[in-house]
């Protein structure tokens, strides 16, 4: 019963795919070993035949014949007598190999291999799939969705190892049931209690650069560079690209014919809007490239990595973007803090008091579009009081306002 107990942990320990030949066969001489050393005090005199194809193994001991007169330590010896009734012809001094059943090491010790085994196959198992992620990280992995909690995930790979894809590294409008299929990078791997803790997340830079080098082959052969990415997941990307061959139109190759390629991107990341531009050392015009969609009049940069972007009003609103998402992804891809400036000409009558939407609160506005103040100048017409009158305003909220239309045409 013990020997089947142990080649059934044995055919376990064969079945780890993962675990190369040499390994699996140190490891378990190794156990055996150590058990025997623990039993006799040495292993010197010991075979022990590891057989991986069939999932079992055998131990040899090696004895010298001596006479009976001075036989003393049965695990190096043995008596001429008991030799004689093995072979008639054995003589003192030649060596006597038999194997050693299981059985004979006693039911502790045998029990105590069996569980040395088996974590022995356990620490294995963590070790080799903690070093086969830390070498992935960075890669996009596929998994399914096993179990859903509050704060995450739990994803189980191909091979059924689990995977963890917290709340924080989920794209805020991700949905998903048991049983779907996730796509997402391997984030870090971390050992937890000895155990590996993989993490995976789909709100990394690296995901969406991964996704271009599947879709566009240009990216993944090397003709194309992703240079730079800025992104905030779920809402909106800009990816800098660069081609080595002058043939090769970087941007059009990313976006495909009719955005066939950046589609499945967009797609994969729950309708992310993603801007992708052509790179360049030029600091102005990158950062020109980096406001698109918006039409930039000037850049002026200043010191501290700064810079000043001037537009006509009615670009304004689209440098900025909804919620401020296009100028902060501009600043994050150009590295430069970039402030806009709406251009007024001097021959420019008025601004429309709409262009004004990200400085002053909506209901700012509509109450002096009700008292017939559809314009900058026809704001600044009117005096303070008749403003705070008219509109029944806050005098800080009318005093604020006067100041940012002033501001418009000095």
Request: some cysteine; hydrophobic content about 40%; overall charge negative.
């Amino acid at each position: 019963m013990a020997q089947t107990n142990l080649i059934d942990t044995f055919s376990e320990f064969k079945e780890l795919k993962s675990i190369d030949r040499a390994t699996m066969m140190s490891v378990l001489e190794e156990v055996f070993r150590a058990t025997l050393i623990k039993i006799h005090g040495t292993d010197e005199n010991y075979d022990i035949i590891i057989n991986v194809d069939k999932g079992d193994f055998e131990i040899w001991r090696n004895r010298e014949v001596v006479s009976d007169e001075a036989f003393e330590d049965p695990n190096l010896e043995i008596p001429l007598s008991e030799a004689l009734k093995i072979d008639e012809d054995y003589e003192v001094g030649e060596d006597v190999t038999d194997e050693v059943k299981v059985e004979d090491f006693g039911r502790r010790a045998i029990l105590a291999l069996r569980q040395n085994l088996t974590n022995k196959i356990l620490e294995l198992e963590r070790d080799n799939l903690y070093n086969t992620y830390k070498n992935r990280i960075g890669d996009i992995i596929t998994g399914e969705v096993y179990q859903i909690w509050k704060r995450e995930i739990l994803v189980l790979d191909d091979e059924g190892n689990e995977l963890i894809l917290p709340r924080e590294e989920q794209i805020p409008s991700d949905f998903f049931r048991k049983g779907d299929t996730i796509r997402a990078i391997v984030e870090r791997v971390e050992m937890r209690n000895g155990n590996p803790l993989i993490i995976i997340s789909r709100t990394s830079t690296i995901f969406l650069e991964r996704l271009f080098e599947l879709e566009v082959p240009e990216i993944f052969d090397g003709l194309i560079t992703i240079k730079r990415i800025a992104r905030v997941p779920g809402e909106r990307a800009k990816v800098a690209v660069e081609s080595y061959d002058d043939r090769v139109d970087p941007v059009g190759a990313c976006v495909g014919m009719k955005g066939s390629r950046i589609h499945g991107i967009v797609r994969e990341l729950r309708n992310e809007n993603i801007d992708v531009i052509n790179y360049t050392t030029n600091i102005q015009l990158f950062i020109q490239r980096a406001l698109s969609p918006a039409k930039v009049s000037s850049v002026k940069l200043l010191e501290g990595e700064k810079a000043d972007v001037y537009l006509e009003p009615e670009q304004v609103s689209l440098a900025i973007g909804k919620n401020g998402h296009n100028i902060k992804l501009a600043s994050q891809l150009t590295g430069f803090e970039i402030d806009v400036y709406r251009e007024v000409n001097a021959d420019d009558e008025d601004v429309d008091i709409d262009e004004f939407s990200d400085e002053i609160e909506g209901w700012v506005l509509d109450a002096l579009k009700a008292i017939g103040c559809d314009t900058a100048k026809s704001v600044l017409e009117l005096s303070r009081a008749d403003l705070i009158t008219r509109t029944d305003l806050e005098e800080e909220t009318v005093d604020n306002v006067l100041r940012i239309l002033k501001s418009e045409f000095e």
